[in-house]
């Protein structure tokens, strides 16, 4: 079975893996720990695909109807028990 | 100031008969209070070591005063154990998912091992539920076979026991599981089990959720008070402990004496009981414990729950000092910046004035008139003297005052609490406060009168009217505060609505109808009635008459609004009463004069409307805003509604019943357009019965019959009120409102003078009611206008009796939505407010909780403050270009 690619969905916006070096330059830049970023789950979907695991910094530019253009940055983490 | 400090984790857990009996400083065993002489038996439910009530008193735990005794802790041994009625759900769960023999998870090592935790975190594991574990298997453990469990509200289990008779047969039974039995099922389940359930067995063992000790209150959390007639009456808490005690105490000694089985269930369930509505007076399948009275009593559950509870009532509730309520009423002579406040609100409040070496002859003033302001002409006085050490004296008027002995004693550093007077800055509030411009600050002015007194035009953020509505008013009490209220809060500051960009303060019905009837078309005023118009606003000199005519000058109307506008506004738009003529003719000459051209601050042509000057409209506010900041702004509102006023007045509006009144000639057309839709309909409906009725793609005949058949009578309500427009013009009222947006539409109209149409349900005819007919005075199958909910009368002719109800069906639906709406929407902005109201931006543009976690990477994405933005854009590029070219783009 051929799984689909949600990253390659035109609705879904563009999500890469960031490198220690450019999370260590984001942890500056905004003054803040890790756990300051917003969140996003490691079963999530464009993660999953993406192959980022619970640690990894997830930037996402999407577009922004005000901005044109919109980049937040997302700690993969694990999905907490129900 | 001790730094903040992060929370680790909470841990829950459940209190343990050891940890209840251990924080425990009394065994209460009777039931009884206080004696005949008014002092608390030793072992009962007042127990003098339970903490102090009583001032004077000393507490015989902690040896500390009322006040400074927090309560102790006492206990109550249950004679048999009974379920806490907040842990059913779990108990529910345990016993389903666990042997019943042996107390073992019933799941064997490899199904575990699919849920087994993290390496590092225990807690991490995914839990398991009850749908996890299938019905009735057999203990993989110790073989046992499992039964059924069903839980009854509120708080009894029962087991399915199934076994195999000698015949050969199934037999079902019902076996009732004390309490006792479950206490001692929970008690076999192993730890590690639990924790594999989510449950840490340190902190919370699932037996500890069956009580076999109930920890007492201290006192101070249930304290008793003394009625007016002297009689004690103790707290809702204390008499549901008393019952507890007493059934407790019957229980024992029915036990001792070896009662029968039935007696002793019955205790016990009636010890549940009480326990049960001690803990939660509203468990469903229980009925409550009542007062002698019939109230319901208010025990723990009810403490913390709802409006009123101890969450949303006691801790997030805040009131507040120096505030004031009172019915509002409109105004039109003050300035949208500006409240009228009734002399005895200003009398009763106050702000506080440091005393320095420059004011203290003013401050002696003050104190000497005291607290006494009889009328408006009166100055104002102090009410109240603060001196440094903290003392506060209270001014009192007259001779037998004290007024001149304190003037004489102040000295700077003290702070005396002067009275409101005209130009102090007070918040101004109505409720739901839904958006920021629900407070906004306004400088006060006092009046007689008793209601609070706004400008008209201030009320559409407030979303304020004066059917009695009221309003809150608090005065700031500080510097900072004030300079806040001045620079931030102030109503010339919310002009622009951070929602959408753009005004939401402008015109009213009125202003709008009377700008309307002023600049429509050009006229002509002679000197007198210019002045007249322009009486009230702000004018310096009179401008070069328009035209002079025998030698008396004229000053047009386009003049006379020109005057309230910035020399340096260029604009060109369509006005609200544009028909799209095609073609526009723009610059040129405009039949409706529906083309606004705006040359240097001057009107050249169009008239003014909706679209100008209308609340969430106003387009020349917008820009004057943008030209000339917002103090400008407040002033050009202030002069517009006067001149409105005016100009309204000048003319008179009114309406009346002949003003629905059309002639011979279109009634006759009225009905001939009516006549031939009910026959077009009924032909249509003559097609489909004989089957002959072309069905549109995708649709039954049925639907395509109702599609048509709607369509032909809404077309024809159109038409008749097309009729009645003609006949109407600019002398009706109801005309003049509809086309400049003051007020109602064209549609209104029609339905007034022509025909009010087709009511609906669900976007759909009427069909439901009786068996195939709507009402009894139909004949059944009948597809009809009529039949249907076609209402052909007009609100002036008077509908018959089943277009009435009709009518009423269409109404109904109308005023169920928006109830519907309200309620939901009401819910969903208070979940909002609840999850966004500590977010602020922060320095560097993100925005930021307040544990600075980042919500946002840079504000709204684009860093724009929208009450800045022009209508949601960042730079208004049109606005711009007609300033430089002064013509249309
Ligand atoms: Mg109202
Ligand atoms: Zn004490
Ligand atoms: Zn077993
Ligand atoms: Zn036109």
Redesign the interface.
């Known amino acids: 079975m051929t799984r689909l690619n949600v990253l390659l969905h035109e609705m879904v916006p563009d999500h890469q893996i960031m490198t220690d070096e450019d999370v260590k330059n984001l942890l500056v830049t905004f003054d803040i720990t890790e756990d300051h970023l917003p969140k996003i789950y490691h079963d999530d979907p464009a993660v999953k695909a993406c192959g980022a695991k619970p640690g990894n910094v997830i930037m996402i530019v999407r577009k922004s109807q005000t901005a044109g253009e919109a980049t937040s940055y997302r700690l993969v983490v694990r999905r907490p028990k129900k | 100031m001790t730094s903040p400090k992060r929370i680790g984790k909470i841990e829950f857990g459940i209190l343990s008969p050891k940890a209840i009996r251990d924080m425990s400083v009394c065994k209460v065993i009777w039931p009884d209070t206080y004696d005949d002489d008014g002092f608390p038996y030793p072992k009962g439910l007042m127990d003098p070591s339970l903490g102090v009530i009583d001032p004077g008193l000393r507490c015989k735990t902690c040896g500390q005063k009322q006040g400074d005794c927090p309560g102790h802790f006492g206990h109550i041994d249950l004679a048999k154990p009974v379920i806490h009625v907040g842990y059913t759900r779990l108990i529910r769960k345990l016993l389903r998912v666990t042997c019943r023999d042996c107390g073992r998870l019933l799941l064997d090592k490899e199904e575990i091992e699919r849920f087994s935790a993290l390496e590092d975190d225990p807690?991490?594991?995914?839990?398991i539920?009850e749908k996890d574990i299938k019905k009735e298997r057999i203990c993989p453990y110790c073989g046992d076979q499992q039964f059924k469990i069903n839980f009854e509200k509120p708080t009894s289990f029962v087991e399915i026991v199934t076994e195999m008779g000698e015949d050969g047969k199934v037999h079902k039974s019902e076996r009732k599981l004390t309490s006792a039995d479950i206490r001692e099922r929970l008690e076999k389940i192993p730890d590690d089990d639990l924790r594999l359930l989510?449950i840490d067995p340190e902190v919370a063992r699932p037996e500890w959720t069956v009580l076999t000790v109930l920890p007492v209150p201290p006192v101070t959390v249930r304290p008793s008070i003394i009625l007016e007639n002297g009689q004690r009456s103790e707290d809702d808490l204390t008499h549901k402990l008393v019952d507890i005690i007493r059934i407790n105490q019957r229980f024992k000694e029915n036990q001792d004496a070896g009662a029968p089985q039935l007696i002793i269930e019955d205790l016990w369930e009636l010890l549940q009981y009480h326990v049960t509505t001690y803990l939660d007076n509203e468990v469903a399948g229980c009925p409550p414990a009542r007062h002698r009275s019939g109230r319901p009593l208010k025990t723990l559950s009810q403490r913390l729950k709802g409006k009123d509870g101890r969450f949303r009532g006691s801790l997030s509730g805040k009131r507040v000092n120096f505030s004031a309520r009172t019915v509002i009423s409109p105004d039109p002579n003050l300035s949208i910046g500006e409240v009228g406040i009734p002399l005895a609100i200003a009398n009763e409040m106050s702000v506080p004035v440091r005393v320095t070496k420059q004011n203290l002859e003013d401050m002696r003033v003050l104190i000497r008139i005291g607290p006494h302001r009889p009328t408006l002409r009166d100055p104002c006085g102090a009410n109240y003297v603060n001196r440094p050490d903290g003392r506060r004296i209270r001014l009192i008027a007259g001779e037998e005052g004290n007024c001149d002995t304190v003037a004489e004693m102040i000295e700077p550093g003290w702070k005396i609490d002067r009275q409101l007077r005209d130009g102090d800055i007070v918040l101004f509030n109505r409720q739901p406060s839904l958006h920021r411009m629900s407070i906004m600050s306004h400088h006060i002015k006092v009046m007689n009168g008793r209601t609070f007194r706004l400008n008209p035009a201030v009320c559409p953020p407030y979303n304020a009217d004066f059917d009695g509505d009221e309003m809150n008013l608090h005065v700031p009490q500080t510097e900072e505060a004030r300079a806040e209220a001045e620079l931030l809060v102030a109503v010339q500051e919310n002009i622009l609505s951070p929602r959408f960009g753009g005004p939401i303060i402008g015109g009213l019905h009125d202003h709008i109808s009377g700008i309307f009837l002023l600049t429509n078309q050009l006229k002509w005023y002679t000197k007198s009635e210019f002045l007249y118009l322009l009486k009230y606003t702000e004018m310096e000199h009179l401008p070069e008459p328009g035209k002079v005519e025998n030698g008396i000058p004229y000053w047009s109307n386009k003049q006379a609004f020109s005057m309230i506008l910035p020399k340096d506004v260029n604009m060109f738009y369509k006005a609200t009463c544009c028909r799209n003529c095609d073609p526009c003719t723009k610059n040129t000459f405009c039949p409706n004069d529906a083309f606004v051209r705006i040359v240097d601050g001057e009107l050249i042509s169009g008239t003014i409307d909706k679209k100008s000057v209308g609340a969430m409209d106003g387009a020349i506010l917008n820009r004057i805003i943008r030209l000339h900041g917002t103090q400008r702004a407040k002033e050009y509102i202030d002069d517009l509604t006067k001149l409105s006023i005016r100009a309204i007045m000048l003319y008179g509006f009114s309406y009346g019943i002949n003003d629905t009144d059309l002639g011979k000639e279109e009634y006759k057309q009225i009905r001939d357009v009516l006549d031939t839709a009910e026959r077009d309909v009924a032909n249509r409906i003559n097609i489909f019965e004989q089957g002959h009725l072309e069905p549109m793609p995708g649709r039954t005949p049925e639907e395509t019959l109702e599609m048509q058949v709607m369509k032909e009578l809404g077309k024809a309500r159109d038409r008749t009120g097309d009729i009645a427009s003609r006949h109407l013009g600019f002398e009706n009222s109801a005309v003049v409102m509809a086309v400049s947006g003051a007020r109602g539409s064209m549609l209104n109209i029609a339905q007034m003078a022509g025909c009010i149409g087709q009511q609906a349900v669900r976007g759909e005819r009427i069909v439901r009611g009786y068996e195939d007919r709507t009402l009894p005075h139909f004949k059944r199958g009948d597809k009809g206008a009529d039949a249907h909910g076609f209402v052909r009368n007009s609100y002036k002719s008077g509908l018959n009796p089943t277009e009435f109800f009709f009518h009423a069906i269409g109404g109904r639906e109308g005023l169920v939505d928006t109830a519907v709406r309200t309620s939901q929407s009401g819910y969903l902005q208070r979940r909002m407010i609840n999850a966004l109201q500590d977010l602020k931006v922060a320095y560097?543009g993100?925005v930021?909780s307040t544990?600075?976690?980042?919500?946002?990477?840079?504000y709204?994405?684009?860093?724009?403050d929208p009450a800045k933005s022009a209508s949601?854009l960042p730079v208004d590029v049109k606005g711009i270009a007609e300033s430089v070219l002064k013509e249309e783009i």
């Open positions: 807690y991490s594991a995914e839990t539920g989510g560097d993100t930021r544990g600075g976690k980042i919500i946002q990477f840079v709204g994405e684009d860093g724009t949601g």
